[in-house]
């Protein structure tokens, strides 16, 4: 056996995946994408984050409430900026941002996952002479960000889902 094949056996045997590849619970394996976007024209990079990640693990996403066993509800998605520095002249020269969003995992009117919410934030410079450009990169980031949080939504949901039950505050410690 070869070195590489005796370390790709040896992270197969302690569970190790691929970013991406991990089984998906079997809450998620039919699932609706309920996300609450009011007063928004198109849809929001997280929930296209959402459905590729989704789909690319082997999940249905159904097209209906009715059509799905669980229903992941992302809420409550907000971006903010705020500036961190000035230049001399009171110019915004760095900012940073904020997006945050709520969510849940409910299943047959049952709540498997609490209402939670997940933030990310990053800081980037602004230069007044190359506006155009720097409104890209803010957007891009933003679109990076909503990314990253779809991943944390799962990660999150995930851990949820495979922790044990948490034993009564009463109840005498396991031996």
């Not at 410079?125 to 939504?153: G, I």
Request: net charge neutral; hydrophobic share 45%.
């Amino acid at each position: 056996m070869t070195p590489a094949a005796l370390g790709m056996a040896l992270l197969a045997g302690c569970g190790f995946h691929w970013a991406g590849t991990r089984p998906l619970p079997p809450q998620l394996s039919s699932v609706f994408l309920d996300v609450v976007t009011p007063y928004s024209v198109s849809k929001p990079p997280i929930e296209q984050a959402l459905n590729s990640r989704l789909q690319r693990r082997g999940a249905r996403l159904a097209g209906t409430l009715g059509a799905a066993r669980t229903i992941l509800r992302v809420s409550e998605l907000k971006e903010s900026r705020e500036v961190l520095s000035v230049d001399p002249f009171g110019k915004a020269v760095e900012y940073k941002l904020t997006t945050r969003v709520t969510f849940q995992l409910v299943e047959g009117g049952t709540v498997l996952v609490a209402p939670d919410t997940l933030q990310v934030s990053r800081d980037y410079s602004f230069n007044a002479q190359q506006v155009l450009a720097k409104e890209a990169e803010e957007l891009r980031l933003q679109t990076f960000m909503q990314d990253e949080l779809a991943e944390l939504v799962l990660l999150r949901i995930e851990a949820r889902l495979t922790a044990p039950p948490a034993a009564p505050a009463d109840a005498p410690p396991a031996r």
